[in-house]
């Protein structure tokens, strides 16, 4: 078993009309023991970025501390909010400069630009970034997820209709997983707000 899927994860972002949704399953285990099911794994930078992190649950909330402090320095420095494609480029070498030892996680990032334009993507745990204009996937259950997201995505979806695909992308997926699921956490993001929502999923 890799050590990416030793507590198990799935994450998921997709774009809307002006809009995007991030969403995770809730389960922390080890390997196939249940320790936790109601476990964070998307954070909140500001009100129009969101991160998650999906690999070894320690080294997660390692990385998101050292965001969450980079960000209050640019914040300090800069007096405004960190764009997203900024914020892709910090986490990237955040991540490059532990290259020979790394944090052993996948990001997936999602924001809203200029003129609220929605900005997604992924990297691997040495920073090399990939960017979609659709979705993108991270985690154990990545496969069965780009299934059926492939499946189910179209672009220009308003924020409710998003919700409802991203939410069903979720949970079918992390159906075919035995590592993740016990639910998921859902955030939809537009310009004006910020929802979120848990979703119950099969308990076993």
């Not at 909330?61 to 007096?79: D, M, N, P, S």
């Not at 993507?121 to 090399?128: H, K, L, V, Y």
Request: hydrophobic share 40%.
């Amino acid at each position: 078993m890799s050590i990416f899927e030793y507590n198990g994860s799935a994450l998921v972002a997709m774009v809307g009309k002006n809009c995007f949704a991030i969403a995770s399953d809730r389960r922390l285990g080890v390997q196939l023991q249940t320790i936790a099911t109601d476990f964070q794994r998307i954070y909140k930078i500001h009100d129009k970025l969101f991160i998650g992190l999906s690999g070894l649950a320690t080294d997660t909330q390692t990385l998101h501390q050292r965001l969450v402090f980079r960000h209050k320095l640019y914040e300090l420095r800069e007096e405004r909010d960190m764009k997203p494609e900024t914020f892709a480029s910090l986490v990237s070498a955040i991540l490059y400069e532990k290259r020979f030892g790394p944090y052993l996680c996948q990001p997936v990032i999602a924001g809203l630009g200029d003129d609220d334009k929605p900005f997604i993507c992924t990297m691997d745990s040495i920073g090399a970034k990939e960017l979609a204009k659709d979705f993108v996937v991270s985690g154990t259950a990545s496969e069965s997820l780009y299934g059926a997201c492939e499946a189910m995505f179209k672009p220009d979806m308003g924020p409710e209709e998003l919700f409802e695909t991203i939410s069903q992308a979720l949970l079918s997926s992390v159906d075919r997983d035995c590592l993740s699921g016990w639910g998921g956490h859902v955030y939809v993001v537009t310009p004006t707000e910020v929802t979120e929502r848990i979703l119950k999923g099969r308990m076993d």
